[in-house]
């Protein structure tokens, strides 16, 4: 029988690993460019929120929340993006009060940059963790980010920096607050870097939103957009995307010629998640074009950082088998592309 673990790709190429290689990925330099904060705690820093959390005493938490965390503790498969989104719900009601959310970022920020329980090396050694700012009945957008900003800065400039999500379903009311509030923050000097653009891939029309994103440009923000995610994504949307001139792009999955000359033309760099998206790594890597090895949300998929770096040294059929001098090139190509 096969357990659930075993079928997880990350921990199968893991284990297939000599002692060696699994050292030379730890010590290996990396940067994690593309992890949200709210998909990335780790599960048993969730699950002991839902059982000391100050807004559910015992025995009283909600049942998305009981049935969210069902499915999280037991495994997530992606099959389709709308059950995916639909986990967030349960996880945003444990995480709508600053307090809480400065503590998940904490436990975000630690599961990367600090060294293991088992006394392994840290995960990374510069992260750009990104949000999307979420007003509640407890907080107001400025508030999550300045909960979330206290806590990057608690590290050094060059170890932790936040980029800000605008979810591609907000209003435009929404979207507006977001970027003139990431604008107002980068201003007096807070750790703000750059704009992301993520949530459902095919809502809204992105003709409306490239003027708020050229704003947070000529702030100096810059700009990393989730695009041609899934197949329904056309070629028309993610032709406008690239007209807002990001310097990164998340997923980059299904691209036209198009959209693949304009991306390999202009040498954005991409961020690359191997076991969702196996068949278009070798596509970039084949053409030297920089990616970014990235984790996107740990706390559904059961990555990590390295788990995701043994997906390329794995021999197949665990792995594409590339050579330690590759694969050090790979994590060169995430610091060279950072913000
Ligand atoms: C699988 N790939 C993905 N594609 C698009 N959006 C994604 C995503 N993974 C995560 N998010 C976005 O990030 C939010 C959670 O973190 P924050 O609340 O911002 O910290 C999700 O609600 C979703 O909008």
């Keep these: 029988m096969t357990t ?23 010590n290996l330099p990396k940067a ?36 969210g965390l069902d499915i999280l503790s037991k495994g997530f498969v992606l099959n389709d993006i709308n059950d995916f989104f639909g986990l967030f719900p349960a996880i945003y009601a444990l995480t709508s009060t600053p307090k809480v959310l400065s503590s998940v970022t904490r436990d975000v920020l630690t599961h990367f940059l600090e060294p293991g329980p088992d006394g392994s090396p840290a995960q990374c050694s510069y992260m750009e963790l990104r949000s999307t700012p979420r007003m509640t009945e407890h907080m107001s957008r400025q508030q999550y980010l300045i909960a979330v900003l ?19 379903r907000m209003s435009l009311r929404d979207l507006t607050e977001c970027v003139d509030l990431s604008i107002a923050l980068k201003e007096v000097g807070r750790r703000i870097v750059g704009i992301d653009l993520c949530g459902d891939p095919l809502a809204s029309d992105m003709n409306d939103f490239r003027h708020h994103f050229l704003r947070a440009k000529e702030a100096g923000l810059k700009i990393t ?20 001139g990001p310097s990164r792009l998340g997923h980059a999955t299904f691209l036209s010629d198009k959209a693949q000359d304009i991306i390999l033309r202009e040498r954005i760099p991409i ?6 998206e196996e068949h278009h790594i070798q596509w970039f890597l084949k053409r030297d074009h920089p990616i970014a090895i990235c984790t996107d949300d740990i706390l559904p998929f059961r990555n990590s950082l390295v788990g995701e770096y043994a997906l390329l040294m794995a021999d197949p059929p665990f792995g594409l088998g590339l050579t330690e001098n590759e694969i050090r090139r790979i994590a060169e190509m995430g610091f060279e592309s950072k913000f």
């Design 150 to 168: 206290d806590e990057i800065e608690k590290y050094p400039a060059n170890k932790a920096v936040l980029i800000v999500s605008i979810d591609r």
């Design 4 to 26: 659930d673990k075993q079928k997880d790709p990350c921990t199968q190429a893991l284990h297939s690993l000599s002692g060696d290689q699994l050292k030379f990925l730890q």
């Design 271 to 276: 961020e690359i998640f191997k076991s969702l």
């Design 32 to 67: 994690e460019l593309h992890a949200h904060l709210n998909g990335s705690i780790p599960l048993p820093c969730l699950q002991a929120l839902a059982k000391e959390h100050p807004q559910f005493p015992p025995g009283s938490l909600p049942e998305t929340i009981i049935k």
């Design 225 to 244: 957009l989730h695009i041609a995610e899934t197949p329904k994504n056309t070629e028309e949307d993610t032709l406008t995307l690239l007209s807002f």
